[in-house]
């Protein structure tokens, strides 16, 4: 049942993109096609899991044993950089069609706040363990596909609109992206 | 390089010509994510311009002895350290603004703006180019991260800098403190930023 | 419950304002202009010239290719010119102007042949006549016959369908010739069905055509290898891909041709063609003619020679009337509005609307309310109005990849669209560039 | 030639549907909500839907001509219907500066700022009934009591709508047979005679006008039945498995805007999707959004925020659910 | 306490040691070389994108500059000699110099000149209503007037004019070829842009007879063969009773300006003749002529 | 420009300084804010128990007593106040899951003869501008001076005497309760002098 509020909670209530605002950067830089969306859904739901996985382990296994928290941001930003940079090697090497698939979002990850905040919020999580964190990892994936996937598909027919000259660009899709979250807001206190 | 900047145009650029907010979509998560009132906005400014300054200065100063190859995590680290540093600052110091940016301390890391000016100015350019430039980009967010957090707290609490000018009874548009709130204002303050910015330039 | 084709298709007013007139035949004009573009390929090679005697039924232009087809004159007279004429595409074209020859012999008798049942063609032979007669598709593609009657050794044709559906508004001429020659109608089916060794054949014909579908039945009673199906009112009904789905239920593939699903389909007036051609050697110079429109006095359906000015035919039912806006060679969905009334007849016209201010005038396109209507009528499951959106962005790729090629122009969508889109418009030249950009390819 | 022939492609005739045919259509189908909703709140129910249907077209007219320089549409009826339909999903004591905001988030920003009729996205009459809705959570759920002939001006007395009742009753620990004892009979759901949105609460008024837009074929079936039958099925199960936990499904279906939504506004053209697939798929969604946001979250009415939601949906239903083309392999795959 | 900052300092450096190395691995292991010229000559070009020079935008350019052996071949029509020259440096190689060229529009047939007789409905592009037929007007040749040209200019160097005939504001004009590609009609030409903007060119396309082509429009070339005749450079030739004018061997001596009879011969920019007497009948011409010298005067303000 | 070749000693060596710098300053500025940042915590609790509470000097947050309370999850926060070794009143932290949205968390803080001294806010995720009006003064200011063994903590409606929130008596229902529970864990272990 945890786990099931945990999805339904990032997914829906508390959507990574749409009302925590994280990873506002790829949602609207890499959303202007479905399909792209697609493989940055995946490369993102690939390295978010990974680094949750191994920052929950740092931070539990480190940083607290030796009273360096306060090192938790820049460990974090490093392991998570490095870590994309291998990831890209060993796709490169062992699956070239999922390189060419995920890998040319990979190094748009690196500096993206929802890698990283998502790390950092599973931390928090009430009751925590390391599989509940992961899993936490995966629903805000989830969520985050789920909000980039929709908006590309809207971004794809608006293309076809004739959209005000002044509402071009970023402010429509700012707007999209608002009403977007104002349509989720319906799914307050779901948990 | 030989080239000499204008250290003015060099300042100038960052607020509106290349402002980070309206013009480069630079930072957008922390725009958007703690705007809720003037003050965290200004808050979240000003230590993302100090982060920028800073950090644009370590990075002009030690250019040079940075393999290439290393250049981005060196970077990140730098700016990482100051990040931190603000984090137990105003943890210290300013428990209340601590406590409501919350997660986007952090996150000024992966703020693209300073990774990118550190990668496309301060790399580049000596070092008081690079506090002006850092000073500039860094007031142009300021002024953006304000600007919209006064719109929504405005729009959304009927307040400003926390100054009440309505009466308690009074119907705000509680809309725009929630996030639909922020992507919606920030979309229609682009608008007037670009009418505004283009009908002078003409 | 009739048979119809599953998918899409409209209803527009009927407006059969001549089916129960008597076909006339039109009075040799002085002077023809044939075109030597009258089908679909490469126009006929000219082998007459200037001032050359030529006979009626010769042939003045050659085929020019395989997909092609000889152009025989339609009159007995003398070359006068080989002109650029303004044809019915709206363009000037190779023309060649015949003057008729008024003590010619052959240009006053009126040839009603008797009917001929029995077939002593060959098969081959027939195959070959057909070629020489000229004869080309008369439902409007005016695809050379002999092209698609050539068949592969490999093709299993086992269905000969007939069109004789004229879903077209206002169009009669193919209902006409249905009641006054059913018998030859089936013996140019029996002819075919020698040719191509083929054992079923079925009429289509929609159900606004009782009296056709009777006397058709009557004709082939003998023959049960020739069935009569009478079909719903829809249009468009008459498109050979819909026709052999609601008869037969086969859906020719994606970008193939009836003979993929092995069938065949022809026009009633295709086969009334090949049936003279065969029986009595006559090419095809002259057809059947609706000349209708609500504001005409005298509208009804002619047999007309190729090549006869339209204004004859406008001057035979009492000239153009008062406030015509709009005059188009064929019906209101297929056909094309032309210049002026100089144009002249071809083998690809079936008839004449001459239509009034009020209907003529197009209604201003607003933005598409994404109703879906042109999407439910579209009878080849297209969506017109993205294909509409993506040619006017200049998207072609992914129009091609939305399928704009397999549009038939029925404009159905056009038809029904409540913000008056011109999508057939743009599907058209979506379809243009669209395959320009296949040619590059290749 | 005084007028020149005219030369246009082909087709030549047109059928006589127009888009402002549709939109009068509309129009007519919602007049007896709109008697019932008179009837029953009395004056501020028409003062309500005038300043809504006036600020609408208004600010469609200003915002075209002055702000956007483009042609006017106004007379497409389409910001007439989205006034209406506002004014119909508002309590009728709504305090008057508030509709006319409403109506100025309806069409300027989730109308015009897309471009116009047609390109918008989300449904504007909802949008700005949510942005309402959640700017002023207080004024937007207190409604007016409904009082049969309702001659009074304005309505002092407030009461709770029947979802409304329910949910707080159940929050507050009471179980469905004592707060059923609060609840208006279902002669009045059917008839109208219980508080709520101006022009909701009229079941049988609304299924009226449903039918004639039926009848008139300006909607098909697929979605208002898809959508109900979704919800009677969804409600039925938990009434099935604790009826006194959960509301059966007939106050599900009389109850709040499920009939206004499912006729009037899931069925929005624009902005609903264009194969009759897509369409169930779509009425899929917004009856089991409803339904999980009546009983599980915060609101006690789901049905404005399900249609924005599955609105958003749509371009990707559209995507994916296309018209099987002609001659394509039988089994249409899903790409 | 000092404990603290030890072990900080020995946790980050040894994630920082960690990182090099790796990040070492990835650069040897998985180098990709590209070569820095193509962004370098990138930066140079103009990057207007338009596909004048034939490639899909200015990156592609590059690449195919970089990568070909001699680039004499490939020009930029937007950035022109000077940005080829710049090519040139960076790569070392020989670049031909081009002629400037720009877009000339070669019918004169507006509204007053050139009747109409049937009236268009569509939608409004050149492209689609010659989809259809030839035109609201009796000339199959000549302008269809919806603009197409105009609508793809990137540069805004074209407009329609009142007459409903597009003009190109050569001094915007970069000569990248697309209005040339989006005429149905094949109307624009790119001439030499010669000194100060000289030109002399037939301004009609009308391949009728004559007496067709003038019944159809007041200006329009009827084939006479007096230019050809009076050219002392034999530079005009004559097809399908239409002139053509060879800019490579036109001297731009204007003789055929004077001998054509309907003022189908344009000529632009040249300094205004001693006045003639106009004839009476050829009033309507006077007024496309004098519509000409206007576009001249702009060119020569700017030049 | 004169970048460094990229070798891997270099590399290395370059990232392993940078690192150490960042490192040793990093430990040294969180030494020099390891203080403040504890005092900073500290204050916020002090701030609430200043607000709630009539002067008093002694450590309340050294001294917090955590009482078993078969109402909380958790156990309940209770500061006793002295001022210089006088009774002056008693915080107590009350909570109620019954808000809106879940958890309600105030604190409570009473006279020494049960009435209440103040009220404030800790935690609440309720609507903006409906149930979050709890945290104003209008609203906390009706229960200043009342004693709960008189003054009924429910809302009017269901017949108390607490004037609700507009539009948000569950709201005011759960702060009531959170109200009530702190009372009844201040007269369990109220002082008995
Ligand atoms: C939209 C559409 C409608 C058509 N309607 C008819 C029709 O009513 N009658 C007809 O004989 N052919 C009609 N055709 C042409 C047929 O598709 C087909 O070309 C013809 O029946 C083949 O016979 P033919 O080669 O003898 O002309 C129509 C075609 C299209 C695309
Ligand atoms: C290039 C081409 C080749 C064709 N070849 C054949 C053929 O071999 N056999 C055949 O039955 N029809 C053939 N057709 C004719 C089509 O089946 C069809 O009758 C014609 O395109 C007109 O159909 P419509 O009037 O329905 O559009 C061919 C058509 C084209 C354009
Ligand atoms: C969007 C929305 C948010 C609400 N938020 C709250 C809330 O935070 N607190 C609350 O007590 N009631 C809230 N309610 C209202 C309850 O559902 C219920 O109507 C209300 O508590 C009844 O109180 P009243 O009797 O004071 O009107 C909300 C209602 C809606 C529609
Ligand atoms: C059947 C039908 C339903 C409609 N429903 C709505 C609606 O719910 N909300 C609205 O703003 N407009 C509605 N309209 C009007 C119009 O489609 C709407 O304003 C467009 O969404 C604006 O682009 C409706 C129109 C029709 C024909
Ligand atoms: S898209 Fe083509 S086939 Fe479909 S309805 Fe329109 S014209 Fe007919
Ligand atoms: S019929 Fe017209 S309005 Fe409806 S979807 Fe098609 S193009 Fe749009
Ligand atoms: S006028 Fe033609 S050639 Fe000149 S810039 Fe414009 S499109 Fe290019
Ligand atoms: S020159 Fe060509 S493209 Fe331009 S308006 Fe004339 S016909 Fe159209
Ligand atoms: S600031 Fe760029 S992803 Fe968050």
């Known amino acids: 049942m945890d786990y099931i509020l945990i999805l339904i909670a990032a997914v829906f209530v508390n959507n990574i993109v749409l009302s925590q605002f994280l990873g506002i950067c790829p949602f609207l830089g890499v959303s202007n096609k479905v399909s792209t969306s697609i493989g940055m859904s995946g490369a993102v739901l690939f390295v978010m899991t990974l680094a949750t996985l191994v920052t929950y382990l740092i931070h539990q296994f480190v940083l607290v044993p030796s009273g360096l928290e306060y090192l938790r941001t820049i460990s974090f930003i490093l392991v998570i950089a490095s870590l994309v940079q291998m990831v890209e090697i060993i796709l490169k090497k062992v699956s070239p069609p999922l390189y060419q698939a995920l890998g040319v979002f990979l190094p748009l990850i690196t500096t993206n706040c929802a890698v990283l905040g998502g790390a950092i919020l599973a931390l928090g999580l009430e009751g925590g363990s390391l599989l509940k964190a992961v899993f936490f990892a995966i629903s805000n994936s989830i969520g985050f596909a789920l909000a980039l996937i929709v908006f590309a598909s809207i971004r794809e027919q608006l293309e076809l609109a004739n959209i005000p000259k002044a509402m071009q660009g970023v402010p429509i899709n700012l707007l999209v992206a608002g009403l977007l979250s104002l349509a989720f807001l319906g799914f307050a206190g779901l948990v | 390089m030989a080239e000499q900047i204008n250290q003015k145009e060099n300042f100038l650029k960052g607020i509106i010509k290349d402002n980070p907010v309206f013009v480069m979509l630079l930072g957008m998560c922390p725009t958007l994510g703690v705007t809720s009132s003037a003050f965290n906005g200004l808050g979240m400014g000003i230590a993302t311009l100090f982060v920028l300054v800073m950090s644009n200065i370590v990075v002009s100063l030690i250019k040079s002895q940075i393999p290439s190859k290393v250049r981005i995590p060196a970077f990140i680290i730098i700016i990482a350290s100051f990040v931190t540093i603000v984090e137990m600052v105003l943890e210290a110091y300013i428990p209340f603004l601590f406590e409501q940016l919350g997660i986007f301390i952090p996150l000024i890391v992966v703020n693209c703006l300073i990774l990118g000016r550190a990668e496309a100015f301060a790399s580049k350019n000596n070092t008081i180019s690079s506090i002006i430039d850092g000073l500039g980009m860094g007031l142009g967010f300021t002024l953006a991260l304000t600007i919209l957090g006064a719109t929504r707290e405005i729009l959304g609490n009927g307040s400003i800098f926390d100054f009440k000018f309505l009466s308690d009874n009074a119907s705000t548009l509680i809309l725009f403190i929630l996030p639909p709130g922020a992507f919606i204002a920030l979309a229609y303050l682009t608008v007037l930023f670009n009418k505004t910015t283009s009908s002078k330039t003409n | 419950m009739l048979k119809t084709f599953p998918k899409g298709g409209v209803h527009p007013e009927e407006n059969k304002l001549t089916s129960s007139k008597a076909i006339k035949r039109m009075p040799v004009p002085k002077v023809v202009y044939v075109p030597i573009a009258q089908h679909i390929g490469i126009p006929a090679e000219i082998i007459v010239n200037q001032k050359d005697k030529v006979q009626k039924g010769q042939v003045v232009a050659k085929s020019g290719g395989f997909v092609s087809s000889n152009i025989h004159s339609p009159v007995a007279g003398t070359v006068t010119k080989l002109d650029m004429i303004v044809d019915t595409s709206g363009y000037k074209k190779q023309c060649i102007v015949i003057r008729t020859d008024e003590k010619d012999e052959s240009n006053q008798e009126i040839p009603e042949f008797p009917l001929k049942k029995e077939i002593t063609m060959e098969q081959k032979d027939i195959l070959q006549h057909i070629s020489d007669s000229g004869i080309v598709g008369l439902g409007g593609a005016t695809f050379p016959s002999h092209v698609k009657l050539d068949l592969k050794n490999d093709n299993k044709v086992d269905y000969l369908i007939i069109n004789g559906v004229e879903c077209e508004p206002y169009l009669t001429a193919d209902h006409r010739l249905m009641l006054e020659k059913a018998e030859e109608i089936i013996v140019g089916i029996q002819i075919l069905m020698k040719a191509l060794h083929i054992n079923k054949a079925v009429i289509g014909i929609e159900n606004n055509k009782r009296d056709a579908i009777e006397v058709l039945k009557k004709a082939a009673a003998d023959d049960d290898r020739i069935q009569v199906a009478a079909l719903q009112v829809k249009y468009p009904q008459g498109s050979e891909k819909q026709l052999i789905k609601a008869i037969i239920g086969r859906e020719v593939p994606k970008g193939g041709l009836p003979m993929d699903v092995g069938v065949i389909v022809h026009n009633v007036g295709t086969i009334f063609a090949i049936y003279q051609a065969v029986q009595y050697d006559q090419p095809l110079t002259e057809r059947v003619v609706t000349v209708t429109g609500k504001n005409l006095e005298k509208a009804s359906n002619f047999w007309v020679k190729i090549g006869t000015p339209i204004k004859d035919l406008v001057e035979e039912v009492g000239g153009l009337p008062e406030g015509t806006r709009k005059i188009v060679n064929g019906g209101p969905m297929m056909g094309k509005a032309i210049k002026n009334t100089d144009v002249p007849v071809t083998k690809g016209t079936s008839g004449i609307l001459v239509i009034s201010e009020d209907e003529a005038s197009r209604q201003e396109p607003e933005n598409c309310i994404r109703c879906g209507k042109c999407v439910f009528v579209c009878p080849m499951g297209l969506e017109p109005h993205l294909l509409m959106n993506l040619t006017e962005k200049g998207m072609y790729e992914r129009a091609a990849s939305e399928d704009v090629m397999t549009c038939i122009e029925c404009g159905s969508c056009s038809y029904v669209c409540p913000s008056h889109r011109p999508l057939l418009d743009y599907i058209r030249f979506g379809k243009s560039i669209v395959k320009k950009l296949n040619t590059a390819k290749n | 030639m005084a007028d020149p022939i005219i030369i246009s492609a082909s087709p030549h005739v047109h059928s006589n549907k127009s888009t402002k045919n549709l939109m009068y259509d509309v129009l007519y189908a919602l007049i007896p909500a709109f008697l019932v909703s008179i009837y029953v709140f009395g004056v501020s129910a028409l003062v309500l839907t005038s300043v809504a249907v006036a600020s609408c077209v208004l600010f469609e007219y200003v915002i075209q001509k002055y702000l956007l320089k483009t042609t006017v549409t106004v007379s497409d009826g389409s910001a007439l219907i989205t006034g209406i339909l506002l004014a119909f999903n508002l309590p009728s004591n709504l305090p008057i500066w508030m509709i006319i905001l409403g109506s100025l988030v309806a069409i300027g920003v989730a109308k015009l700022s897309f471009g116009g009729l047609g390109y918008n996205i989300f449904n504007p009459a909802l949008v700005g009934r949510v942005f309402l809705l959640i700017s002023f959570p207080v004024q937007m759920t207190s409604w007016p009591t409904a009082v049969e002939n309702n001659t009074t001006l304005v309505d002092a007395v407030t009461s709770e709508t029947t979802l409304g009742i329910i949910k707080e009753g159940l929050m507050y620990g009471d179980t469905m047979t004592t707060i059923s004892e609060k609840l208006p009979s279902t002669i009045d759901l059917l008839l109208g005679i219980t508080g709520g949105s101006a022009g909701e609460m009229s079941a049988l008024a609304l299924i009226l006008g449903g039918i004639f837009l039926l009848a008139r074929k300006v909607i098909t079936w697929h979605i208002p039945i898809t959508i109900l039958v979704t919800m009677t099925v969804m409600t039925g199960i938990f009434w099935l498995i604790n009826p006194e936990q959960y509301a059966n499904p007939l106050i599900h279906l009389l109850s709040g805007g499920a009939i206004l939504g499912a006729f009037y506004m899931a069925t929005d053209l624009v902005t609903s999707p264009m194969t009759k697939k897509g369409m169930i798929v779509f009425a899929i969604g917004i009856g089991v959004i409803t339904v999980v946001i009546r009983l599980f979250g915060a609101y006690p009415e789901g049905v404005s925020f399900a249609i924005l939601i599955m609105n958003a949906f749509v371009p990707l239903i559209n995507k994916y659910f296309k018209p099987r083309r002609f001659g394509s392999p039988i089994k249409s795959k899903i790409v | ?303 | 420009m004169s970048k460094k070749e990229s070798t891997f000693l270099n590399m290395t060596i370059t990232l392993f300084i940078i690192t150490l710098v960042a490192g040793l300053s990093l430990g040294y500025v969180n030494d020099l804010t390891l203080e403040p940042k504890a005092k900073a915590k500290l204050e916020r609790k002090v701030n609430a128990l200043k607000q709630v509470l009539p002067e008093f000097n002694n450590n309340l947050v050294d001294e917090v007593t955590l009482i078993k309370s078969d109402k909380a999850k958790d156990n309940v926060e209770v500061y006793t106040a002295k001022n210089n070794d006088n009774y002056v009143g008693t915080a107590v932290v009350g909570s109620s899951e019954k808000g809106y949205s879940g958890l309600v968390k105030i604190m409570v803080g009473f006279n020494p003869d049960g009435s209440i001294q103040n009220i404030v806010v800790l935690e609440q995720k309720e609507t903006p501008g409906l149930g979050t009006k709890m945290k104003e003064v209008k609203f906390l200011n009706q229960f200043k001076g009342k004693n709960p063994s008189q003054f009924n903590l429910k809302p009017k409606k269901d017949g108390g005497d607490v004037d609700a929130l507009t539009g948000a008596t569950i709201s005011t229902r759960a702060f009531g309760e959170a109200t009530q529970m702190a009372y009844d864990v201040y007269t369990e272990t109220k002082p008995k002098n």
Do not use: W
């Not at chain 5, 670049?95 to 409905?121: F, L, W």
């Not at chain 5, 920019?269 to 003639?276: A, E, L």
């Open chain 5, 1 to 303: 306490m000092i404990y603290s900052v030890l072990y900080s300092a020995i946790l980050l450096s040894s994630i920082g040691v960690v990182a090099a190395v790796v990040l070492f691995i990835v650069s040897k292991k998985f180098y990709v070389y590209e070569n820095p010229k193509i962004s370098e000559v990138e930066d140079v070009l103009p990057s207007a994108n338009c596909g004048g020079c034939g490639s899909p935008g200015c990156r592609a350019f590059a690449e195919r500059l970089v990568g070909s052996e001699d680039i004499s071949e490939l020009f930029c029509p937007v950035g022109g000699n000077d940005v080829m020259k710049q090519v040139a440096d960076i790569l070392g190689k020989e670049v031909a110099e081009k002629d400037p060229t720009v877009a000339v529009v070669r019918c004169q047939g507006g509204c007053e000149v050139r009747p109409k007789t049937t009236e268009y409905q569509g939608p409004k592009s050149c492209a689609i209503s010659a989809l259809i037929y030839s035109g609201e007007t009796d000339c199959q040749f000549g302008c269809l007037g919806d603009g197409d040209c105009v609508n793809v200019c990137q540069f805004d160097a074209m407009y329609m004019d009142d007459n409903g005939l597009p003009v190109v504001i050569t001094d915007k004009c970069t000569s990248c070829g697309a209005c040339v590609d989006a005429c149905p009609r094949n109307i624009i030409e790119m001439r030499p842009r010669n000194k100060r903007d000289l030109k002399v060119f037939v301004g009609c396309l009308n391949e009728d007879k004559g007496g067709i082509a003038r019944k159809a429009c007041n200006v329009a070339c009827i084939g006479c063969s007096k230019c050809e005749d009076v050219c002392p450079k034999d530079a005009i030739s004559m097809n399908n009773n239409l002139a053509y004018i060879d800019a490579e061997l036109c001297t731009l001596c204007r003789k055929c300006v004077d001998v054509c009879p309907t003022h189908s011969i344009i000529e632009t920019n040249f300094p205004p003749k001693k006045v003639k007497t106009p004839k009476p009948e050829e009033e309507t011409v006077a007024v496309v002529k004098t519509e000409a010298k206007v576009e001249s005067v702009n060119n020569e303000t700017n030049a």
